[in-house]
């Protein structure tokens, strides 16, 4: 949002002779929303302000627009109280259609989450509504693709609206989506959505089992602190066992089944919320589901750079404030300090109740044929995984998959920091006990090595390869364009210091702000004989888990030994 609350740009002008634009309330990727008042009948209505990319004859920027009638021919078909209604929709002089809609006054689940999980009575009264709305779109052959705890408005006298149903697939009608571009919140999509079998009311379904595990645990159980790892949870990993959800538990763990034929049908679903709301006992699941259990977890070294799960504060799309409709923003939250060098040199430069079934944590093997879909379903990977060469072409750069390695030598050590002795990398890395290994990749001929340690909110990870592949500003400067490859908002300090007497940088970086405010704290090391070593702790932003994971930098840094 503007400095001045939003009251610039287009602030005062008249849509369709008789929107007049009063407040900027929200902004998402596919549009601003403002507050406005319809001057023929003196009422307050939200209106979308669309954005699309590119020059309006490129076939990127004209997809964007007939999405956008899309989002409101689909919307308009779906009738249910908790689903958002468009009143009209504005063809301006540009071509640009504006989305005229009820101007829902409250806030937004993901804010509430912001404050904590609730209750799964409340969350259950929630999604009786979702899925109600989720029902009536279904009937008129619409699947929403983006149910998420941003698209979930929460008004007054307890009303839940289900918003932004602009990438819904109109079924029956040619898709728009193509090579190289996928809609939708990564976390909340579905997996057979991922691997190219297209979306139906079971993807929606499972995107709500999603939102419920996030409204009862305060956290999503896919999102990771990279796109690819992401990824590679909605494909192989079972989502960690709820311990909040009490009597919703078993029906979250059966709507995060990855086959959609063996997931609850909607009027099962309906039928167990009932019972959490009431608190009745909750059926008990028929058919197929009742017979799925766990998958097997055998094989798989996962082939992301990342394997480290976030809170929910953030999504793919932004949430909205009060009196908001879809597409929101967020606020930054405060910060800890820097690290303190270890020795620090020159400059400081700054570079933009029923237990459910236990379930494995582990992941299942990813076939390579199905990233290969992926990438035709227009999938975004960062550089970890895949290169794009300047033509544009994604190319893979050969993801291993084999079985788990042998785990490496531990000791524990006094004050309850455990010894992680990586022989392979030369280096001896200490972290607090409860921290266990997450993922590991890289060899003397597929460089760099690293290893991933994590808890679930705080992620470590140690990266080393025997030759540095740049200098030590130029590797700070690339991780750092990285960073802010994510939302054009990434902030980084960069220090030139030493460690032990090798040469060193400490950086520290926020970015994602608006959206999953995030926080990457590393040391860099380059040693005598040109190895370079990374330490990197990822953490959410603006939390207590921050202090936890700045205090889990220090300590691992001061105990780091490079051999």
Avoid: C
């Avoid at 607090?432 to 460089?447: F, L, V």
Wanted: proline share 8%; aromatic share 4%; net charge negative.
């Amino acid at each position: 949002m503007s400095e001045d609350g939003g009251r610039t740009g287009s602030n005062g002008r008249v849509i369709g002779g008789r929107y007049r634009l009063v407040e900027r309330i929200g902004s998402g990727g596919m549009g601003t929303v403002w507050r406005a008042l319809d001057e023929l009948v003196d009422r307050e209505v939200a209106v979308k302000q669309p954005r699309l990319p590119g020059d309006p004859e490129d076939a990127a920027h004209q997809r964007a627009a007939n999405r956008l009638y899309r989002e409101a021919r689909a919307a308009a078909r779906v009738d249910h109280p908790a689903a958002v209604s468009i009143h009209d929709v504005v063809v301006e002089e540009d071509g640009l259609p504006w989305i005229v809609m009820e101007l829902v006054r409250g806030e937004s689940l993901h804010e509430v989450l912001k404050r904590g999980p609730v209750e799964a009575p409340e969350a259950a009264r929630i999604g009786i509504e979702v899925l109600g709305a989720l029902r009536a779109a279904h009937t008129v052959g619409i699947v929403h693709r983006d149910v998420k705890p941003a698209n979930v408005l929460l008004g007054p006298h307890r009303r839940v609206v289900l918003t932004d149903f602009g990438i819904a697939h109109i079924q029956g009608e040619e898709s728009l989506t193509v090579s190289g571009e996928f809609v939708g919140s990564l976390e909340f999509i579905a997996p057979e959505r991922m691997s190219g079998r297209g979306a139906g009311p079971a993807s929606d379904l499972w995107s709500l089992g999603v939102l419920l595990y996030a409204a009862v645990e305060g956290w999503s159980p896919f999102r990771r602190t990279t796109l690819e790892s992401t990824l590679a949870a909605i494909l192989a990993a079972e989502p960690p066992e709820p311990k909040q959800a009490g009597p919703l538990g078993s029906l979250i763990v059966r709507l995060l089944v990855k086959d959609p034929g063996q997931r609850p049908d909607a009027d099962e679903v309906g039928a167990a919320l009932e019972a959490v709301v009431k608190g009745w006992p909750v059926p008990e699941p028929s058919g197929a589901a009742a017979a799925s259990g766990p998958q097997d977890a055998s094989a798989l070294r996962e082939f992301s750079e990342d394997a480290g799960t976030v809170r929910l504060t953030g999504e793919s799309a932004a949430e909205p404030r009060s009196d908001a409709v879809p597409t929101p923003e967020t606020e930054p939250d405060g910060a800890e300090p820097a690290p303190e060098p270890a020795a620090a040199n020159s400059a400081t430069t700054s570079t933009p109740n029923a237990k459910p079934p236990r379930r494995s944590r582990l992941l299942r093997p990813v076939p390579v044929a199905v990233l290969g879909v992926l990438l035709v379903a227009g999938t975004w990977f960062t550089a970890a995984s895949f290169r794009v060469d300047n033509s544009g072409e994604a190319k893979e750069m050969n993801p291993t998959y084999n079985s788990a390695p042998a785990a490496p030598a531990t000791t524990p050590a006094p004050g309850g920091w455990t010894e992680h002795r990586e022989r392979d990398m030369g280096a001896v890395l200490h972290l607090p006990a409860e921290y266990k290994e997450a993922a590991r990749q890289g060899s003397a001929t597929d460089q760099p090595r690293l290893v991933v340690y994590d808890i679930g909110l705080v992620q470590v990870r140690l990266t080393q390869w025997d030759k540095s592949p740049r200098p030590l500003l130029d590797q700070a400067q690339e991780a750092h364009e990285t960073w802010d490859s994510y939302n054009h908002d990434a902030s980084t300090q960069s220090t030139r210091t030493t460690f032990k007497g090798y040469d060193a940088v400490l950086s520290d970086t926020t970015y994602d702000m608006a959206e999953s405010p995030s926080r990457v704290m590393q040391l860099i090391i380059v040693t005598g004989d040109d190895r370079m070593y990374e330490l990197r702790v990822d953490m959410p932003k603006g939390t207590p888990t921050e202090k936890k994971g700045t205090a889990v930098f220090k300590g691992a840094r001061d105990r780091l030994e490079i051999e």
